[in-house]
């Protein structure tokens, strides 16, 4: 079959390489019972982006917090983990990977205990003051009452995540160009990557000569382009293959 061919050459490429950085979106949560953005179900289907431009936020932030509050922190307080995050995470200590990237908001790779993780797209978990940008955990504020506001100078908050024509914190973005730079495979998993600039990281590693190897349920806008090994399985799934394949040690039989 070729899925299983597929992960034998997905698991021959990751012993091989010296650098490997694994490139995530919603895809990857979605077993956690995140929706994903795009597709059936997806985020984009039920809310109108505009919501989240930042122009809008700014002019109308009672509005939009209603909106964020509804899709993303009253899910997100109760979501853990899934078994993708956990292996990545084991991959991690055993150095088969060197770092993620993730386009994903909800901490769940650190809180599945990745180390190395860059948010490209921030996180939920802190809010900052539009007007004098102090930083605040999320748990600070009280979201019975929106929109929240500064405890310094009465600001808006705004969740510390890319609204839509906003510009990514430009050291977030370098760290995550750099790691792909350094990559001899790009592990791909559960993303579209339809947004700017997380799109240009799969062809930006395969330019510099490394093996993109992609775990989605189905082909994305960059399958027949760049990626080089397709595991057309989901994310649990295939990081359990492909831990069996690189992490469990043959049994000795009894006596030897
Ligand atoms: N396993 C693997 N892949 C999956 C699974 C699963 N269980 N479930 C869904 N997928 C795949 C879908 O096939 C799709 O290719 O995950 C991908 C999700 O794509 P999007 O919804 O577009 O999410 P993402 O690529 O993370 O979006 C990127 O767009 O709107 C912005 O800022 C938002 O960070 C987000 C960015």
Redesign the pocket.
């Known amino acids: 079959m070729k899925i299983l061919k597929n992960i034998r050459a997905a698991a021959e490429a990751l012993k091989k390489a010296k650098y490997t950085v694994v490139f995530?979106?919603?895809?990857?949560s979605?077993?956690s019972g995140l929706p994903?953005?795009?597709?059936e179900g997806?985020?984009?289907k039920e809310v109108d982006?505009n919501y989240?431009n930042i122009d809008f936020f700014l002019k109308k932030p009672g509005l939009t917090w209603e909106i964020i509050k509804k899709v993303f922190y009253d899910q997100l307080i109760n979501v853990k983990p899934n078994l993708?995050h956990h292996i990545l995470s084991i991959m991690g200590q055993q150095g088969i990977i060197q770092s993620v990237i993730t386009?994903?908001?909800d901490h769940l790779h650190q809180e599945a205990g990745c180390k190395k993780v860059i948010e490209?797209?921030g996180t939920y978990r802190r809010l900052i003051c539009t007007r004098c940008s102090t930083e605040y955990d999320y748990t600070f504020a009280d979201l019975n009452y929106l929109p929240p506001t500064c405890f310094v100078c009465r600001g808006v908050l705004k969740p510390d995540?890319?609204f839509?024509n906003e510009k990514l914190s430009p050291e977030v973005k370098r760290r995550a160009f750099d790691e792909v730079k350094k990559a001899d495979v790009l592990l791909v998993?559960?993303?579209?990557?339809?947004?700017y600039p997380?799109n240009t990281l799969p062809q930006l590693a395969k330019e510099q000569g490394a093996t993109i190897i992609e775990?989605?349920?189905?082909p994305?806008p960059f399958t027949d382009h760049y990626t080089d090994i397709f595991l057309n399985?989901?994310?649990?799934e295939?990081m359990k293959q492909l831990c069996r394949l690189l992490m469990c040690q043959e049994e000795t039989p009894a006596g030897k």
């Open positions: 995530t979106g919603a895809g990857i979605a077993e994903t953005f795009r597709g997806g985020i984009w982006p989240f993708a386009q994903n908001i490209l797209h995540f890319v839509f998993i559960g993303t579209r990557a339809e947004v997380a775990i989605n349920l189905n994305s399985i989901g994310a649990a295939g």
